[in-house]
Protein backbone atom coordinates (compact mmCIF):
# COMPACT_ATOMS: atom_id res chain seq x y z
CA UNK A 1 0.00 0.00 0.00
CA UNK A 2 0.81 3.54 -0.40
CA UNK A 3 -0.77 6.54 0.95
CA UNK A 4 1.31 9.29 0.42
CA UNK A 5 5.90 9.62 1.25
CA UNK A 6 7.32 9.58 4.27
CA UNK A 7 7.46 13.33 5.63
CA UNK A 8 11.70 13.46 6.34
CA UNK A 9 11.16 17.35 6.85
CA UNK A 10 9.43 16.52 10.17
CA UNK A 11 12.30 14.04 11.14
CA UNK A 12 13.72 16.27 14.28
CA UNK A 13 9.85 16.63 15.40
CA UNK A 14 9.05 13.03 15.11
CA UNK A 15 12.03 11.80 17.28
CA UNK A 16 10.94 13.59 20.22
CA UNK A 17 7.28 11.81 20.04
CA UNK A 18 8.60 8.49 19.05
CA UNK A 19 10.03 8.06 23.07
CA UNK A 20 6.52 7.70 23.98
CA UNK A 21 6.10 5.01 23.15
CA UNK A 22 7.57 1.20 21.94
CA UNK A 23 9.00 -1.64 23.58
CA UNK A 24 12.12 -0.68 24.18
CA UNK A 25 11.34 1.35 27.65
CA UNK A 26 12.08 -1.24 30.15
CA UNK A 27 8.95 -2.71 29.90
CA UNK A 28 8.55 -6.72 31.15
CA UNK A 29 11.00 -9.18 28.73
CA UNK A 30 8.39 -11.46 26.88
CA UNK A 31 8.94 -15.16 26.70
CA UNK A 32 7.60 -17.65 28.77
CA UNK A 33 6.94 -18.74 32.15
CA UNK A 34 8.24 -22.11 33.64
CA UNK A 35 4.84 -24.07 32.54
CA UNK A 36 5.25 -22.64 29.00
CA UNK A 37 2.71 -19.97 29.05
CA UNK A 38 3.59 -16.69 27.32
CA UNK A 39 3.93 -13.34 29.05
CA UNK A 40 4.95 -9.54 28.19
CA UNK A 41 4.34 -6.83 26.32
CA UNK A 42 4.47 -6.35 22.75
CA UNK A 43 3.50 -2.50 21.23
CA UNK A 44 2.20 -2.85 17.73
CA UNK A 45 2.54 0.11 15.50
CA UNK A 46 -0.12 -0.21 13.21
CA UNK A 47 0.50 2.18 9.57
CA UNK A 48 -3.31 1.35 8.26
CA UNK A 49 -5.60 3.85 7.06
CA UNK A 50 -8.49 5.41 8.80
CA UNK A 51 -11.23 2.87 7.29
CA UNK A 52 -8.84 0.26 8.31
CA UNK A 53 -7.58 0.70 11.86
CA UNK A 54 -10.56 -0.54 13.91
CA UNK A 55 -10.11 -4.00 12.57
CA UNK A 56 -6.37 -4.09 12.59
CA UNK A 57 -6.65 -3.16 16.43
CA UNK A 58 -9.39 -5.92 17.03
CA UNK A 59 -7.25 -8.32 15.09
CA UNK A 60 -4.48 -7.40 17.25
CA UNK A 61 -6.08 -7.64 20.50
CA UNK A 62 -7.19 -10.73 19.53
CA UNK A 63 -4.04 -12.02 20.59
CA UNK A 64 -4.52 -11.30 24.21
CA UNK A 65 -7.54 -13.65 24.56
CA UNK A 66 -5.23 -16.18 23.11
CA UNK A 67 -2.24 -15.55 25.19
CA UNK A 68 -3.43 -13.63 28.75
CA UNK A 69 -0.38 -12.73 30.25
CA UNK A 70 0.41 -11.01 27.12
CA UNK A 71 -0.52 -6.64 26.88
CA UNK A 72 -0.90 -6.03 23.43
CA UNK A 73 -0.53 -1.95 22.70
CA UNK A 74 -1.73 -0.66 19.40
CA UNK A 75 -0.20 2.03 18.55
CA UNK A 76 -1.82 3.95 15.33
CA UNK A 77 1.04 5.80 13.51
CA UNK A 78 -0.02 7.54 10.37
CA UNK A 79 1.78 5.98 7.30
CA UNK A 80 3.80 9.40 6.30
CA UNK A 81 5.14 9.05 9.61
CA UNK A 82 5.97 5.57 9.88
CA UNK A 83 9.45 5.10 7.68
CA UNK A 84 11.22 8.32 9.83
CA UNK A 85 9.68 7.29 12.97
CA UNK A 86 10.75 3.99 13.35
CA UNK A 87 14.28 4.79 12.04
CA UNK A 88 14.62 7.35 14.63
CA UNK A 89 13.32 5.54 17.58
CA UNK A 90 15.54 2.52 16.32
CA UNK A 91 18.28 4.63 15.82
CA UNK A 92 18.07 6.36 18.96
CA UNK A 93 17.52 2.87 20.78
CA UNK A 94 14.50 4.67 22.40
CA UNK A 95 10.79 4.23 21.82
CA UNK A 96 11.03 1.67 19.30
CA UNK A 97 7.73 -0.66 18.89
CA UNK A 98 8.30 -4.40 19.79
CA UNK A 99 6.66 -5.35 16.14
CA UNK A 100 5.60 -2.92 12.98
CA UNK A 101 3.42 -2.97 10.05
CA UNK A 102 6.01 -1.99 7.36
CA UNK A 103 5.83 -1.17 4.00
CA UNK A 104 6.78 -3.82 1.46
CA UNK A 105 10.13 -1.54 0.39
CA UNK A 106 11.09 -0.47 4.11
CA UNK A 107 11.83 -4.31 5.17
CA UNK A 108 15.62 -4.32 3.32
CA UNK A 109 15.80 -0.82 4.47
CA UNK A 110 15.44 -1.36 7.94
CA UNK A 111 17.36 -5.20 7.83
CA UNK A 112 20.57 -3.08 6.26
CA UNK A 113 20.56 -0.51 9.17
CA UNK A 114 20.22 -3.65 11.25
CA UNK A 115 17.38 -2.47 12.96
CA UNK A 116 15.14 -5.67 12.35
CA UNK A 117 15.55 -8.77 13.92
CA UNK A 118 15.91 -11.77 11.10
CA UNK A 119 13.01 -14.48 11.51
CA UNK A 120 14.38 -17.43 10.55
CA UNK A 121 13.68 -20.25 13.14
CA UNK A 122 11.65 -18.17 14.71
CA UNK A 123 7.73 -19.10 15.57
CA UNK A 124 7.28 -15.78 13.32
CA UNK A 125 7.75 -18.11 10.13
CA UNK A 126 4.49 -20.58 10.31
CA UNK A 127 3.97 -22.71 6.87
CA UNK A 128 6.09 -20.36 4.83
CA UNK A 129 5.50 -22.85 1.57
CA UNK A 130 1.57 -21.63 1.99
CA UNK A 131 3.27 -17.34 1.18
CA UNK A 132 2.49 -16.46 -2.53
CA UNK A 133 6.06 -16.21 -3.65
CA UNK A 134 6.30 -12.51 -4.51
CA UNK A 135 4.97 -11.70 -1.46
CA UNK A 136 7.85 -13.36 0.63
CA UNK A 137 10.79 -11.62 -1.59
CA UNK A 138 10.09 -8.63 -0.52
CA UNK A 139 10.76 -9.74 2.77
CA UNK A 140 14.68 -11.29 2.39
CA UNK A 141 17.71 -9.35 2.47
CA UNK A 142 20.74 -10.84 1.92
CA UNK A 143 19.74 -14.07 2.47
CA UNK A 144 17.79 -13.66 5.72
CA UNK A 145 14.15 -13.49 6.39
CA UNK A 146 12.84 -9.78 8.58
CA UNK A 147 9.50 -9.81 8.32
CA UNK A 148 6.01 -12.56 7.21
CA UNK A 149 4.22 -10.93 4.49
CA UNK A 150 0.32 -9.83 5.32
CA UNK A 151 -0.90 -8.34 3.06
CA UNK A 152 -0.35 -8.10 -0.94
CA UNK A 153 -1.77 -5.64 -3.17
CA UNK A 154 -1.46 -3.43 -6.42
CA UNK A 155 -3.08 -0.29 -8.18
CA UNK A 156 -6.14 -0.61 -10.82
CA UNK A 157 -8.62 2.09 -12.03
CA UNK A 158 -11.30 2.55 -9.91
CA UNK A 159 -14.65 4.25 -11.67
CA UNK A 160 -17.97 5.26 -10.93
CA UNK A 161 -20.51 2.60 -12.96
CA UNK A 162 -23.41 5.22 -13.36
CA UNK A 163 -21.06 8.55 -14.59
CA UNK A 164 -19.63 6.61 -17.07
CA UNK A 165 -23.07 4.83 -18.19
CA UNK A 166 -24.81 8.40 -18.45
CA UNK A 167 -21.40 9.80 -20.52
CA UNK A 168 -22.42 6.68 -23.03
CA UNK A 169 -18.60 5.37 -22.23
CA UNK A 170 -16.74 1.95 -21.74
CA UNK A 171 -14.57 1.62 -19.47
CA UNK A 172 -11.12 2.70 -20.36
CA UNK A 173 -8.19 0.44 -21.24
CA UNK A 174 -5.86 3.03 -22.09
CA UNK A 175 -4.81 6.75 -21.51
CA UNK A 176 -5.86 7.33 -24.83
CA UNK A 177 -9.47 6.36 -24.32
CA UNK A 178 -9.22 8.01 -20.65
CA UNK A 179 -8.98 11.41 -22.24
CA UNK A 180 -11.74 10.87 -24.71
CA UNK A 181 -13.86 9.38 -22.07
CA UNK A 182 -13.24 12.27 -19.97
CA UNK A 183 -14.61 15.18 -22.51
CA UNK A 184 -17.94 13.25 -22.28
CA UNK A 185 -17.89 13.14 -18.89
CA UNK A 186 -17.30 16.97 -18.61
CA UNK A 187 -19.69 17.35 -21.49
CA UNK A 188 -22.56 15.67 -19.53
CA UNK A 189 -21.99 16.30 -15.96
CA UNK A 190 -19.66 18.86 -15.52
CA UNK A 191 -17.21 16.74 -13.84
CA UNK A 192 -13.87 15.63 -14.26
CA UNK A 193 -12.81 12.13 -15.84
CA UNK A 194 -9.74 11.03 -13.70
CA UNK A 195 -8.13 11.97 -10.05
CA UNK A 196 -3.75 12.01 -10.79
CA UNK A 197 -2.19 11.57 -7.67
CA UNK A 198 0.56 14.44 -8.15
CA UNK A 199 1.91 14.48 -4.84
CA UNK A 200 2.97 10.43 -4.61
CA UNK A 201 6.04 8.94 -6.80
CA UNK A 202 4.38 5.70 -6.52
CA UNK A 203 1.85 6.54 -8.63
CA UNK A 204 4.00 7.22 -11.39
CA UNK A 205 4.96 3.97 -11.55
CA UNK A 206 2.08 2.63 -13.71
CA UNK A 207 2.79 5.22 -16.23
CA UNK A 208 6.51 4.04 -16.08
CA UNK A 209 5.95 0.52 -16.70
CA UNK A 210 2.98 1.65 -19.27
CA UNK A 211 5.62 2.87 -21.68
CA UNK A 212 7.50 -0.22 -20.79
CA UNK A 213 10.40 1.27 -18.90
CA UNK A 214 11.27 0.71 -14.76
CA UNK A 215 13.50 2.36 -12.20
CA UNK A 216 16.57 -0.07 -12.28
CA UNK A 217 17.66 -2.96 -14.02
CA UNK A 218 19.16 -4.73 -10.72
CA UNK A 219 20.46 -7.83 -12.54
CA UNK A 220 22.82 -5.54 -14.78
CA UNK A 221 22.77 -2.54 -11.93
CA UNK A 222 22.18 -0.35 -13.91
CA UNK A 223 19.54 2.79 -14.21
CA UNK A 224 16.94 3.01 -16.54
CA UNK A 225 14.50 5.40 -15.62
CA UNK A 226 15.88 8.14 -17.17
CA UNK A 227 15.41 6.34 -20.86
CA UNK A 228 13.15 7.29 -23.37
CA UNK A 229 10.16 5.64 -21.43
CA UNK A 230 10.94 7.46 -18.64
CA UNK A 231 10.21 10.96 -19.83
CA UNK A 232 7.54 9.05 -21.91
CA UNK A 233 5.50 8.60 -18.50
CA UNK A 234 6.14 12.13 -17.17
CA UNK A 235 4.72 13.71 -20.40
CA UNK A 236 1.73 11.13 -20.46
CA UNK A 237 0.50 12.21 -17.15
CA UNK A 238 1.45 16.28 -17.72
CA UNK A 239 -0.73 15.84 -21.30
CA UNK A 240 -3.69 14.51 -18.74
CA UNK A 241 -3.65 17.04 -16.89
CA UNK A 242 -2.91 19.99 -19.66
CA UNK A 243 -6.19 18.26 -21.85
CA UNK A 244 -8.32 18.60 -18.39
CA UNK A 245 -8.86 15.07 -18.19
CA UNK A 246 -7.48 14.85 -15.05
CA UNK A 247 -7.13 17.07 -12.11
CA UNK A 248 -4.08 16.77 -9.75
CA UNK A 249 -2.50 18.23 -6.69
CA UNK A 250 0.58 18.65 -4.97
CA UNK A 251 0.35 17.91 -1.13
CA UNK A 252 -2.56 14.95 0.53
CA UNK A 253 -3.56 13.59 -2.44
CA UNK A 254 -4.73 10.31 -0.66
CA UNK A 255 -7.40 12.40 1.23
CA UNK A 256 -8.31 14.19 -1.94
CA UNK A 257 -7.90 12.01 -4.29
CA UNK A 258 -10.37 9.78 -2.36
CA UNK A 259 -12.85 12.50 -1.14
CA UNK A 260 -13.29 13.85 -5.16
CA UNK A 261 -13.69 10.25 -5.86
CA UNK A 262 -16.19 8.91 -2.82
CA UNK A 263 -18.15 12.22 -4.09
CA UNK A 264 -18.48 12.12 -7.66
CA UNK A 265 -16.22 15.21 -8.32
CA UNK A 266 -14.64 12.58 -10.62
CA UNK A 267 -15.47 9.39 -12.11
CA UNK A 268 -12.43 7.70 -12.06
CA UNK A 269 -9.30 6.94 -9.80
CA UNK A 270 -6.15 4.88 -9.47
CA UNK A 271 -6.21 3.37 -6.44
CA UNK A 272 -5.38 0.52 -4.46
CA UNK A 273 -7.66 -2.30 -2.65
CA UNK A 274 -7.22 -0.23 1.12
CA UNK A 275 -8.93 2.72 -0.50
CA UNK A 276 -12.26 0.44 -1.16
CA UNK A 277 -13.55 0.42 2.75
CA UNK A 278 -13.03 4.58 2.27
CA UNK A 279 -14.48 4.29 -1.11
CA UNK A 280 -17.72 2.57 -0.19
CA UNK A 281 -18.69 5.27 2.80
CA UNK A 282 -18.86 7.85 -0.01
CA UNK A 283 -22.29 9.07 -1.19
CA UNK A 284 -22.36 7.59 -4.67
CA UNK A 285 -21.26 4.59 -3.23
CA UNK A 286 -22.58 3.90 0.34
CA UNK A 287 -26.11 3.02 -0.93
CA UNK A 288 -25.20 1.04 -4.01
CA UNK A 289 -22.03 -0.74 -3.33
CA UNK A 290 -22.47 -2.40 -6.79
CA UNK A 291 -21.65 1.25 -8.10
CA UNK A 292 -18.11 0.86 -7.68
CA UNK A 293 -16.11 -0.64 -10.61
CA UNK A 294 -12.64 -1.85 -10.52
CA UNK A 295 -10.54 -2.56 -14.06
CA UNK A 296 -6.49 -2.57 -14.94
CA UNK A 297 -5.05 0.64 -15.06
CA UNK A 298 -4.97 2.16 -18.41
CA UNK A 299 -2.48 0.92 -20.67
CA UNK A 300 0.27 3.26 -22.16
CA UNK A 301 2.19 3.31 -25.65
CA UNK A 302 3.60 -0.44 -24.68
CA UNK A 303 1.35 -2.10 -22.08
CA UNK A 304 -0.87 -1.76 -18.93
CA UNK A 305 1.27 -2.70 -15.49
CA UNK A 306 1.34 -1.68 -12.67
CA UNK A 307 3.50 -1.99 -9.30
CA UNK A 308 3.21 -4.90 -6.54
CA UNK A 309 2.75 -3.61 -2.74
CA UNK A 310 1.74 -4.49 0.51
CA UNK A 311 2.63 -4.72 3.90
CA UNK A 312 4.41 -6.99 6.19
CA UNK A 313 5.25 -7.62 9.57
CA UNK A 314 8.59 -6.66 11.19
CA UNK A 315 10.48 -7.54 14.96
CA UNK A 316 12.43 -4.68 16.18
CA UNK A 317 15.73 -6.22 16.83
CA UNK A 318 16.14 -4.34 20.17
CA UNK A 319 12.82 -5.67 21.43
CA UNK A 320 12.75 -6.33 25.13
CA UNK A 321 9.56 -9.16 24.13
CA UNK A 322 11.06 -11.00 21.36
CA UNK A 323 9.26 -14.53 21.76
CA UNK A 324 6.22 -12.66 22.26
CA UNK A 325 6.69 -10.60 19.41
CA UNK A 326 7.77 -13.70 17.18
CA UNK A 327 3.87 -15.23 18.54
CA UNK A 328 2.55 -12.31 17.61
CA UNK A 329 3.60 -11.41 14.18
CA UNK A 330 2.63 -15.72 13.82
CA UNK A 331 -0.93 -14.80 14.58
CA UNK A 332 -1.14 -11.49 12.82
CA UNK A 333 0.37 -13.28 9.47
CA UNK A 334 -1.87 -16.61 10.16
CA UNK A 335 -4.29 -18.24 7.44
CA UNK A 336 -7.35 -17.40 10.12
CA UNK A 337 -6.40 -13.08 10.66
CA UNK A 338 -5.79 -13.25 6.94
CA UNK A 339 -9.18 -14.44 5.99
CA UNK A 340 -10.50 -12.38 8.70
CA UNK A 341 -8.98 -9.21 7.10
CA UNK A 342 -10.17 -9.73 3.52
CA UNK A 343 -13.58 -10.99 4.91
CA UNK A 344 -13.48 -7.38 6.80
CA UNK A 345 -11.58 -5.35 4.52
CA UNK A 346 -11.08 -7.01 1.22
CA UNK A 347 -7.20 -6.91 1.36
CA UNK A 348 -5.71 -9.61 -0.09
CA UNK A 349 -4.63 -12.18 1.63
CA UNK A 350 -0.51 -13.45 1.00
CA UNK A 351 -1.18 -16.90 2.02
CA UNK A 352 -2.34 -19.15 -0.75
CA UNK A 353 -4.87 -21.54 1.40
CA UNK A 354 -6.75 -18.13 2.00
CA UNK A 355 -7.54 -18.04 -1.60
CA UNK A 356 -9.12 -21.14 -1.18
CA UNK A 357 -11.81 -20.31 1.50
CA UNK A 358 -15.34 -19.62 -0.10
CA UNK A 359 -15.97 -16.45 1.57
CA UNK A 360 -12.65 -15.09 -0.13
CA UNK A 361 -13.22 -16.84 -3.38
CA UNK A 362 -17.04 -14.99 -3.32
CA UNK A 363 -15.07 -11.16 -2.83
CA UNK A 364 -15.44 -9.56 -5.62
CA UNK A 365 -12.49 -6.89 -5.26
CA UNK A 366 -10.28 -10.31 -4.58
CA UNK A 367 -11.76 -11.56 -7.73
CA UNK A 368 -10.37 -8.80 -9.50
CA UNK A 369 -7.38 -7.94 -7.57
CA UNK A 370 -5.71 -11.55 -7.11
CA UNK A 371 -5.02 -11.89 -10.91
CA UNK A 372 -3.91 -8.22 -11.21
CA UNK A 373 -1.83 -8.83 -8.41
CA UNK A 374 -0.42 -12.43 -10.67
CA UNK A 375 0.65 -9.79 -12.75
CA UNK A 376 2.00 -7.05 -11.31
CA UNK A 377 5.61 -5.41 -11.64
CA UNK A 378 7.94 -6.45 -8.59
CA UNK A 379 9.58 -3.38 -7.03
CA UNK A 380 13.57 -3.43 -6.50
CA UNK A 381 13.56 -5.24 -2.98
CA UNK A 382 16.88 -3.40 -2.16
CA UNK A 383 18.35 -1.36 0.84
CA UNK A 384 17.91 1.64 -1.14
CA UNK A 385 14.04 0.93 -2.46
CA UNK A 386 12.17 3.31 -0.38
CA UNK A 387 14.84 6.23 -1.32
CA UNK A 388 14.16 5.58 -4.83
CA UNK A 389 10.96 7.71 -4.65
CA UNK A 390 12.00 11.51 -3.36
CA UNK A 391 13.66 12.11 -6.64
CA UNK A 392 10.84 11.43 -8.50
CA UNK A 393 8.40 13.22 -6.26
CA UNK A 394 10.47 16.43 -6.56
CA UNK A 395 10.76 16.23 -10.56
CA UNK A 396 7.26 14.83 -10.59
CA UNK A 397 6.05 18.32 -8.71
CA UNK A 398 8.55 20.39 -11.53
CA UNK A 399 6.67 18.82 -14.27
CA UNK A 400 3.24 18.75 -13.92
CA UNK A 401 3.83 22.72 -12.73
CA UNK A 402 5.20 23.10 -15.94
CA UNK A 403 8.40 24.28 -14.63
CA UNK A 404 10.44 21.55 -16.56
CA UNK A 405 10.29 19.60 -19.28
CA UNK A 406 9.64 15.78 -19.14
CA UNK A 407 12.76 15.04 -20.61
CA UNK A 408 14.36 17.10 -17.83
CA UNK A 409 12.39 15.43 -15.38
CA UNK A 410 13.88 11.74 -16.28
CA UNK A 411 17.28 12.78 -16.22
CA UNK A 412 16.98 14.75 -12.60
CA UNK A 413 15.88 11.31 -11.29
CA UNK A 414 18.38 9.59 -13.12
CA UNK A 415 21.11 12.28 -11.62
CA UNK A 416 19.87 11.30 -8.31
CA UNK A 417 20.02 7.76 -8.69
CA UNK A 418 23.76 7.97 -10.11
CA UNK A 419 24.88 9.45 -6.43
CA UNK A 420 22.12 7.16 -4.52
CA UNK A 421 23.29 3.83 -6.10
CA UNK A 422 27.10 4.32 -6.07
CA UNK A 423 27.38 0.73 -7.63
CA UNK A 424 24.74 1.32 -10.44
CA UNK A 425 25.78 2.72 -13.45
Known amino acids: MRRGISATALVAAIALAATACGGDDGGDKGGKSAGGELSGTVTFWDTSNDAEKATYKELAEGFEKLHPKVDVKVVTVPFGEANAKFKNAAGGNSGAP??????????????NLGYLAPLDGTAALDNEGDYLEQAAASTKFNGKTYAAPQTIDTLALFYNKKM?????????????????AAEKIKDKSGKTGLYLRGDDPYFYLPYLYGEGGDLLDTSKKEITVDDEPGAKAFAAMKDLVDSKAAITDASDGYNNQLNAFKDGEVAMAIDGPWSIEGALAGKQFKDAKDNLGVAPVPAGSARAASPQGGWNLSVYAGSKSLDASYEFVKYMSSAKVQQQ???????????????????????????????????????????????????????????????????AGAKGVGEAYKKLLKDYK
Request: proline share 6%.
Open 341 to 407: TTEKLSLLPTRKSVYEVQSVKDNQMVQFFKPAVDKSVQRPWIAEANALFEPIRLQMQQVLSGKSSPE
Open 164 to 180: LKDAGVEVPASLDEVKS
Open 98 to 111: DVMRTEVAWVADFA
